[in-house]
């Protein structure tokens, strides 16, 4: 079981940059990929990137390429994700997601709560 709790949203200007982290408990942080999805109101939630267990292998939508960052720190049982140049676009609530497989669909085992993320124009 991995409990995960996602942190640091809040409103920012079109422009600007916010930090993201999420935190594991749990057994073996470092088994897992971690992802982060994002999901706007009325649209499906959609891959933003993931980083596989060792943090050596890391992957972006191209949407966000250039501008968010995915790292992790296996000591500390975190994942963070910062995110820069922030456009209206990116407005949504992100997820944070562990899977034992560093995929793009979705189909990951376990779920933080989420974290709103709002760029004003």
């Known amino acids: 079981q991995v409990q995960l709790v996602e942190s640091g949203g809040g409103l920012v200007q079109a422009g600007g940059s916010l930090r993201l982290s999420c935190a594991a408990s749990g057994r073996s942080f470092s088994s897992y990929a971690m992802g982060w999805f994002r999901q706007a109101p009325g649209k499906e939630r959609e891959f933003v990137a993931v980083?596989?267990?060792?943090?050596?292998?890391?992957r972006y939508a191209d949407s966000v390429k250039g501008r968010f960052t995915i790292s992790r720190d296996n000591a500390k049982n975190t994942v963070t994700l910062q995110m820069n140049s922030l456009k209206p676009e990116d407005t949504a609530v992100y997820y944070c997601?562990?899977?034992?497989?560093?995929?793009?669909?979705?189909?990951?085992?376990?779920w933080g709560q989420g974290t709103q993320v709002t760029v004003s124009s």
């Open positions: 997601a562990a899977s034992l497989v560093a995929g793009t669909n979705g189909e990951y085992g376990y």
């Open positions: 980083i596989n267990w060792s943090g050596g292998s890391t």
